[in-house]
């Protein structure tokens, strides 16, 4: 099932997320490792049951289980810490800057994958979730360790298409 899943679910007016679903994630210049941990990592975030079911499905095909562990890994923590980090930026006050979060992120340090995939998974959801601190962030990351910025912008574009498919998805569920 997988992806084909996702787009068979898709309403009309979801057409061209339908379309660019399976070409974002099946084209991708990235490796596939990273296109899917990427994906995976993003329906962890977007939260829908049918996108995180039918692509954790399939990217288990593609993942090591060590790997499907460090995208879920990389949703959950990014969960946590884009709260936080937007909300620090967000209030504007300089002196919170200097405060400790004193929140456990030991996943970072050791996320069982390459640390370079584990960034880009962690980009890629905050893309979903609007930090800009964290996405300046792992992009500086991303970019020091030899990413391309057409590598990111693949990791942006499965961000955009698995996010809008479980908004579509969502949105059907809520009107049914």
Same mark, same amino acid.
């Given at each position: 099932?997988?992806?084909?899943?996702?787009?068979?679910?898709?309403?009309?007016?979801?057409?061209?997320?339908?379309?660019?679903?399976?070409?974002?994630?099946?084209?991708?210049?990235?490796?596939?490792?990273?296109?899917?941990?990427?994906?995976?990592?993003?329906?962890?975030?977007?939260?829908?049951?049918?996108?995180?079911? $039918?692509?954790?499905?399939? @990217? #288990? %095909?593609?993942?090591?289980?060590?790997?499907? =562990? &460090?995208?879920?890994? *990389?949703?959950?923590?990014?969960?946590?810490?884009?709260?936080?980090?937007?909300?620090?930026?967000?209030?504007?006050?300089?002196?919170?800057?200097?405060?400790?979060?004193?929140?456990?992120?030991?996943?970072?340090?050791?996320?069982?994958?390459?640390?370079?995939?584990?960034?880009?998974?962690?980009?890629?959801?905050?893309?979903?979730?609007?930090?800009?601190?964290?996405?300046?962030?792992? $992009?500086?990351?991303?970019? @020091? #360790? %030899?990413?391309?910025?057409?590598?990111?912008? =693949? &990791?942006?574009?499965? *961000?955009?298409?698995?996010?809008?498919?479980?908004?579509?998805?969502?949105?059907?569920?809520?009107?049914?």
């Amino acid at each position: 099932m997988g992806l084909d899943a996702v787009k068979a679910a898709l309403p009309e007016y979801a057409k061209d997320i339908r379309l660019n679903l399976g070409s974002t994630i099946t084209t991708s210049t990235l490796k596939p490792e990273q296109a899917w941990g990427t994906a995976l990592a993003c329906a962890v975030a977007a939260r829908n049951p049918v996108v995180l079911r $039918e692509i954790a499905g399939e @990217a #288990a %095909g593609h993942l090591t289980p060590e790997a499907v =562990e &460090a995208a879920k890994g *990389a949703a959950t923590i990014m969960a946590m810490n884009n709260v936080y980090y937007r909300a620090k930026h967000l209030i504007g006050d300089e002196q919170y800057a200097s405060l400790p979060a004193r929140l456990r992120m030991q996943i970072i340090a050791r996320p069982g994958v390459e640390k370079v995939d584990f960034e880009l998974w962690s980009l890629a959801v905050s893309a979903i979730t609007g930090c800009g601190v964290c996405l300046e962030s792992h $992009e500086k990351t991303l970019r @020091a #360790a %030899g990413f391309s910025r057409d590598q990111v912008h =693949e &990791a942006l574009r499965i *961000a955009s298409v698995v996010h809008a498919a479980a908004v579509a998805l969502d949105a059907e569920a809520a009107l049914a």
